[in-house]
């Protein structure tokens, strides 16, 4: 097909060639008849040069046909996990069926997106379950889009999206226990661990990152890769109380204590936290 093609092209442009030959060879017998006004034949001759090759661009980049409006996508995993038991979807997206649910229910009028004529919209769910299941594995856009079903670049804008919208929970559902409800903790602590008085667990992370373009040292770690760090507060039953994320990797522990809201809250109160 694509020799076709270039030989096809090749003639129009040795018919063209042909037939520019004779039409200067035209515009040459009719100027030396005085048909033609005086005009300087260098610049006929340009003009026809001209036009041969912006005839023979317009037919090179000439507007292809699709040959299909879609790439075909198959749901075969996606479809044989939801249908499958709880353990191979946990194992997957890293969440219960339960949790999933809850998840999709806070944030499903955000990603869902509206019927068009041109094609129904992917559901809410398996934008849910792609952004999961990229965040809870290593696969890159491209194994994420053929296991659910999609393209590569609406994988990273969706990871991008839902990313946004998740993150708009954040303060409903990730907040420091106060009042009865952190009376409830610290008994609970009390009783289940044996530590009087303490409200919480706190520890901290590197997570990698791509080294930046300006400030790269203050991200390197005392393991020496770029990082920035995750500080974390749980409470007795492994719920996060408070999370701080951002500082550079080379920043110590203790500096992003001292200035997170947490640190502030513990010394007010006669709790303390309990540091791993």
Not at 58 to 65: G, I, M, T, V
Not at 99 to 106: D, G, N, P, R, S
Request: overall charge positive; aromatic content about 12%; hydrophobic content about 45%.
């Amino acid at each position: 097909m694509a020799n076709r093609n270039h030989e096809a092209k090749v003639k129009m442009a040795f018919a063209w060639c042909m037939y520019l030959k004779k039409q200067r060879h035209a515009v040459r017998m009719m100027y030396k008849d005085n048909v033609l006004p005086r005009i300087p034949f260098h610049k006929i001759n340009k003009r026809l040069s001209v036009a041969f090759f912006e005839t023979v661009l317009a037919y090179l980049h000439r507007p292809q046909e699709r040959i299909l409006w879609m790439h075909p996508r198959s749901l075969i995993w996606f479809d044989m996990v939801d249908q499958t038991y709880d353990e191979l979807w946990y194992a997957n997206f890293r969440v219960t069926r339960e949790t999933f649910v809850f998840i999709l229910h806070e944030v499903e009028e955000d990603i869902c997106r509206k019927h068009t004529y041109m094609h129904d919209p992917i559901s809410a769910k398996r934008r849910l379950a792609l952004i999961l299941y990229y965040l809870a594995s290593t696969a890159e856009y491209r194994t994420v889009a053929n296991l659910l079903g999609v393209s590569r670049s609406l994988t990273c804008q969706w990871v991008k999206e839902v990313c946004c919208t998740i993150i708009k929970c954040f303060p409903r559902m990730i907040s420091f226990p106060k009042g009865d409800d952190l009376v409830e903790v610290l008994e609970s602590y009390e009783q289940k661990w044996g530590f009087p008085m303490c409200a919480g667990a706190i520890d901290g992370t590197h997570i990698p990152i791509l080294a930046p373009v300006e400030s790269q040292v203050e991200y390197v770690n005392r393991k020496g890769f770029h990082s920035i760090i995750m500080q974390a507060v749980t409470d007795c039953n492994y719920l996060f109380r408070d999370v701080v994320i951002g500082w550079p990797g080379s920043v110590h522990k203790a500096r992003v204590l001292s200035n997170s809201a947490i640190s502030k809250v513990e010394m007010k109160n006669t709790f303390f936290l309990l540091v791993s």
